[in-house]
């Protein structure tokens, strides 16, 4: 073998390696100095659970159950299962007005926390089989699971730990319960692509707390449904911490992780459970430096940004003016997507068992809106220059598999856009390509007037995707300045658009 060979051979082997060590958490050692810590967490990388279910985007809720007849938001589990009669229900209807919507997975609440399964349950006589619904015979969750196979259209299930029915809460037996009931939703339906898990925890008929063993039930599910990934209470996606729909202006996926456990992460079959989800993820900004410098761990944990397109999350007919319209929704859509984080948006099917006609048309207009703004990148025509040029056109090349990096560790680099003629632009769009981890801690856009290049707006985080609108500009020649990044910046994607 030549030299050079030898040296090509032995980068091979040493991407193949860095890539092996690259994993979506890490321990950091008592005496890891600052510099250490931020290359630590500039490597650690989303699970592939976790960046597909990243790149869906907008995913949508149906919460749709007993509280549906009964008009209220949370059932006591005292409800007769005879008022609960959807007789046009049309799953169908929902997951075509959610894709319609641009909704590209959703999550049926199979049980809240009045206990009352849409399946019939094996364990349990509270259920769609104890209703009128198709004499006893019918399984809304089939329904839904079919609706989304034919459609194209990922499955979740939401399953309430908290139950105030089951006579067995609040003592260890609802444990198997809760396990049999898991195991036939995570059996009976196909693939699973989520499982959310509410962090509610209260009394239940006998007046006591159960003590939920999370643990067991995050097996069952890496077992039973390897692709899904485990919401809110669970160790793949974190809870924003609103239920507003709008996220953080700092968002990192990467968190401190006080609580890996060291045997699993030293054991290859086990380390997807090395995490275990602890505390209370609420506060400005979870990842920044000053957070992570005293981790015990680091952990890629990325936010979902739940809200509700009515105000409650069950359907109530005094709530049909009050809709978010597709202008609310889109700024929704800034705020979650466009903050790093994935949209989870409910749309509560009615007592008919249908989604309401405004919400099917609101979500339709919505998706319109986005496809509209985000159709042509304004700077697919500029001439890109940067410090070093390797690459640049990967930056509006809409390949998702591409990225632009500066060749030193610099974390300061500078992007310059020329074009022919100057753009009229008023939103902003940048991607790190967090396959490869989230680094960018600070950016400006700036553009040139005169001799003089005037602010047009500037952010902390991107991670997955950052959007930014501001005040309309007309210019030819515009720069977009990483100002602070964990190493070197890796960008798939830049783009300007306008409104
Ligand atoms: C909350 C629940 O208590 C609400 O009813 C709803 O299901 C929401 C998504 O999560 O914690």
Same mark, same amino acid.
């Given at each position: ?14 991407? /193949? ?7 979506? /958490? ?9 510099? &250490? ?20 985007? !907008? +995913? ?25 009669? *959807? ?21 049926? +609440? ?21 209703? *009128? ?16 196979? &034919? ?9 309430? *730990? ?20 898991? +195991? ?7 693939? !699973? ?17 159960? !003590? /939920? ?141 249908? %989604? ?35 690459? #640049? ?25 020329? #074009? ?15 396959? &490869?981890?989230?680094? %960018? ?55 300007? /658009?306008?409104?």
């Amino acid at each position: 073998m030549n030299f050079k060979n030898y040296i090509i051979s032995f980068v091979i082997i040493l991407c /193949y390696y860095s890539q092996l060590n690259a994993q979506s /958490y890490v321990l950091i050692e008592q005496d890891d100095l600052p510099a &250490k810590i931020i290359e630590k967490a500039a490597n650690i990388i989303p699970t592939e659970r976790q960046l597909r279910w990243q790149e869906l985007e !907008v +995913t949508g809720f149906f919460h749709f159950g007993i509280n549906t007849f009964t008009d209220r938001e949370w059932g006591d589990g005292k409800e007769d299962p005879s008022l609960f009669n *959807p007789e046009a229900l049309d799953a169908v209807q929902w997951v075509k007005a959610a894709k319609d919507g641009g909704i590209k997975q959703v999550i049926i +609440t199979a049980k809240h926390h009045d206990g009352f399964c849409l399946w019939p349950s094996k364990y349990t006589k509270h259920s769609v089989a104890s209703s *009128p619904w198709k004499q006893g015979k019918g399984d809304i969750v089939r329904e839904v699971a079919n609706a989304c196979r &034919k459609l194209g259209v990922g499955f979740g299930i939401y399953l309430s *730990p908290w139950d105030r029915h089951e006579s067995t809460y609040g003592t260890v037996a609802y444990n198997d319960f809760f396990v049999n009931q898991l +195991t036939e939703l995570l059996t009976q339906y196909g693939v !699973v692509d989520e499982v959310w898990f509410d962090g509610a925890n209260g009394e239940g008929p006998n007046g006591k707390k159960q !003590v /939920y063993d999370f643990e067991r039930w995050y097996a069952l599910i890496r077992k039973l449904q390897p692709r899904a990934v485990i919401a809110v209470m669970g160790p793949d996606v974190r809870w924003v911490g609103t239920e507003t729909g709008y996220g953080r202006e700092t968002e990192w996926s990467v968190v401190p992780a006080d609580n890996l456990d060291q045997s699993a992460v030293s054991d290859n079959s086990q380390q997807d459970l090395a995490f275990k989800p602890s505390g209370d993820m609420r506060g400005d900004d979870l990842g920044g430096r000053e957070k992570i410098y005293k981790a015990k761990g680091l952990v890629w944990y990325p936010a979902e940004t739940d809200v509700s397109i009515r105000p409650g999350w069950f359907y109530h007919t005094k709530e049909d003016d009050q809709v978010k319209t597709p202008e609310k929704l889109l700024d929704i859509y800034f705020n979650s997507v466009g903050k790093n984080g994935v949209l989870l948006l409910n749309i509560p099917p009615d007592k008919r068992g249908r %989604i309401h006609e405004s919400d099917v048309q609101y979500l339709r207009e919505w998706k319109k809106n986005i496809d509209n703004i985000f159709e042509t990148n304004l700077l697919e025509k500029a001439e890109i220059s940067a410090a070093n040029v390797t690459g #640049l056109p990967r930056l509006v090349d809409n390949n998702k598999e591409t990225y632009w990096t500066p060749t030193d560790t610099d974390s300061e680099t500078e992007l310059l856009f020329t #074009l022919d003629e100057a753009i009229t632009f008023n939103v902003l769009s940048v991607q790190e390509f967090i396959k &490869k981890g989230q680094r %960018i801690e600070q950016f400006v856009l700036e553009y040139k007037e005169g001799d003089s290049w005037k602010e047009v707006a500037r952010g902390t985080t991107v991670g997955y995707k950052r959007l930014l609108k501001f005040d309309t500009v007309r210019a030819d020649n515009i720069r977009l300045r990483i100002t602070s990044s964990r190493l070197n910046p890796m960008i798939s994607h830049i783009g300007l /658009y306008k409104q």
